[in-house]
């Protein structure tokens, strides 16, 4: 797979991001419902994006560790940055435009998500959802290749 | 030769050799392909291996073996060959065919090609070593690619049936119309409480359900992340507009949950199934005059 | 937009016809609000078959359509959640406040018939 690079400026990209996640997640093997899980948190924090810095982009690829294929989604923008990360991933302060709980919700549909902010410098997302042993579409998946 | 097919294998940078002297082993290997398939077969039949296959399968299946191997030298190719040897595992594999079997054919093929090189060229010791030098490293990238073939052929078939498995011990039983019964048996861990709850909301949609009723008194213990995918399981069904009770909680699961905190608020809990059905009856009659379930003023 | 409103009886049924933007969204929340209190409806349907996401957004809006026309006096059903969608939902943790929920429009006519 191919990396996959969407430049975020308005809603309507949010729009094209999921659906892109949601693509690239079959075509490596996740699950349907884990492609819903991954086509979730891409909105969430695109939203994230336009809400909060105004435009940014998100970047999908294909990761593979120890054998297990995984899809990671990097969502980087430049904007005003996250003054306690650890507070908002705790669902603290969940502003009523979603940062907190874009950020909540997305932890709780990936495997992982790792968030590098610096104040005045941006923010940046990472994260990982992994393709299941025990899923069919993981064995059909397996077998196509 | 097919340079490319070659590159990506880890034993290729020992076949870079003489296409001469490679063309010289194919050309043995066909002019004296009915012995050598017939002395393979016999080896085979000795060593009392491919026991469930009649003797006539064994011939045409060593044929089709032999024939791809002998392409597989010529081209350097091993596709062809990878896939006979899946779709062949695939076959034999539900007869009960073992892995220690398929190598021992492989090997057996192996042996009996290395001796008819040897008989061909015993008085020109310089060439034969020359011609086993082409022959060895492609024979044993052949026989590791029809190895590995079967073994993840039958790996496959083993996780496939792990799955049918599962599947067959939760079954979706439709009671009547709007109701469904889901009884759980054995143990639940985060990976069937996942195919459980894909079950019971296909279930929910191809049945049109209203009501569910899932009973657990088979199951011997829960931990927090199978708790967790029940209580999301109930509040996926409600968001599809159908109802959960749960029956027969255990006094010792029923404490779990209390001390693993899980959120109960979205279950419905009836000691056992007769009196769960009974309930999910009783809700059904009034549906009519009742609304959804996520409301907590619903019930007006 | 992608989305139909039709009227029916007393009733209105919005269609979602494709992904919606959060521009989108706030159109529909906003039209349904207003169409709920121009026709006197008792009840709406919302049918998010075609949505193959519902995030903190999407939830929100809706129940805010819920809690406003309760105010009023009617009834909010959202019918066609996919099951991979309520999965995602309640995996997040998000619910649906003052919203009913059926499978889909048929049933979610019979409930507000109820």
Known sequence: ???????????????????????????????????????????????????????????????TQGGHDGL???????????????????????SDAGLGIGLWGAQRLMDAVEVLSEPGRGTTVTMTKWCRFDDVGTLLGQRGA | MQKVAVAQDPLAASTDVDPALLRELVAHLRQDRTPLREEWTRRITDERLLSVMTPEEIFSEVTAVYDNY???????????????ARNLSERIIPRGVETHEVLGVVLLLRDVLARSLFQKYQDDR??????????????????????????QERERVIRQQQLAIRELSTPVLKVRDQLLILPIIGALDASRARQLTEQLLNGIRENRAKVVVIDITGVPGIDVDVANHLVQAVRASGLMGARVIITGLSADI????????????????????????????RQLSYAVTRSGATSPDSRA | MGVSILKQRDYLIASIQSALTDTEVVQLRDALVAEVARHRSRGVIVDVAALDVIDSFVSRSLSTVAQTNRLRGAKTVVVGIQPDVAVAMSQFGLGLADVHTALDLEAGLELLDG
């Not at chain 1, 990097?74 to 908002?88: L, R």
């Open chain 1, 1 to 63: 797979m191919e990396e996959i690079r969407v430049p975020i400026r308005s809603d309507a990209d949010t729009v094209v991001a999921r659906q892109k996640g949601r693509a690239a997640a079959v075509a490596i093997g996740l699950s349907r419902t884990d492609a819903t899980f991954v086509a979730t948190a891409i909105s969430e924090i695109a939203r994230n994006i336009t809400s909060h810095a105004g435009s940014g982009e998100i970047v999908i690829r294909r990761v």
């Open chain 1, 72 to 94: 990671v989604v990097v969502a980087h923008d430049e904007g005003p940055g996250i003054p306690d990360v650890a507070a908002v991933l705790r669902h603290e302060y969940a």
């Open chain 2, 70 to 84: 002998v392409d597989a030298l010529e081209t350097g190719s091993i596709e062809a060959l990878e896939r006979y």
């Open chain 2, 126 to 151: 310089v060439l034969m070593n020359q011609v086993l030098d082409a022959y060895e490293p492609a024979a044993n990238r052949i026989a590791v690619t029809v190895g590995v073939s079967f073994v």
């Open chain 2, 254 to 281: 029923a404490q779990t949950l209390v001390n693993l905190r899980v959120d109960l608020t979205m279950m419905q809990s009836v000691g056992d199934l007769q009196g769960g059905i009974e309930e999910a009856e």
